[in-house]
């Protein structure tokens, strides 16, 4: 079965957390929109199709279902690719360490988008600024000393002791803040030596290094979520 992988072109944005979890499973996907263009995903966020009905994109339909929200789509794909643990309390624990990532690329996203989601980030620069200060003294700490610890907690290698989704989507995770904080995350480097191997792990599997290496991961930039504004990092 194939399944068909919805969002939008042109960034890696949420849709990569599913993206690499799909290539690490070495899973037969169609990326739709960049197929088909953006238009596509209209008829579903309108509410056209049967069934399901997705807020936003990343979703992902398999079958007759349709999943959104990346944490869910995650918790899908996971038992049935090997990519997370069998017992109920682990794969708790997997959705539950990936809500938490979601938490944080929401906050990410409000570095640069603070006051709204609708206006340029040249018309909030001042409160990008401020709330930037803060996510780098407060918030990148309190969640990568979170993560490097449930790494020490799961023997020192994986918060869950074996390779996971959740490994997958803490090296996005790292990627992300080391493009758009790099300043940042320097400082940070030397108190997560448990995150900073297992991120250097996951971009070795062979599947994940071949999609590394591929058109199909694009760069990151500026209309993403990871976005690297110099002042913002200062
Ligand atoms: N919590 C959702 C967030 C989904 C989301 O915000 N998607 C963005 C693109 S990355 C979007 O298209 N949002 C449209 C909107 O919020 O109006 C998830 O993790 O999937």
Known sequence: MTYKLYYWTGIQGRGEFVRLCLEDAGADYVDVAREEGDDVM???LNGDHEGPLPFAPPFLTSGRLVIAQVAN???YLGPRHGLV???ESRQLYAHQLELTITDLVAEVHDTHHP???GLYYEDQKPEAKRRSADFRS???PKYLSYFEKAVERGGGTHPLREHSYVDLSLFQVLAGLDYAFPKAMKAMSPKIPRLRALAERVAKRPH???YLASGRRLPFNESGI???YAELDA
């Open 208 to 210: 994940i290094a071949a």
């Open 73 to 75: 789509i995650l918790h």
């Open 138 to 140: 407060s918030r990148i």
């Open 42 to 44: 209209q008829p579903w």
């Open 85 to 87: 643990p069998s017992s």
């Open 226 to 228: 990871f976005r690297h």
């Open 115 to 117: 006051v709204a989601s």
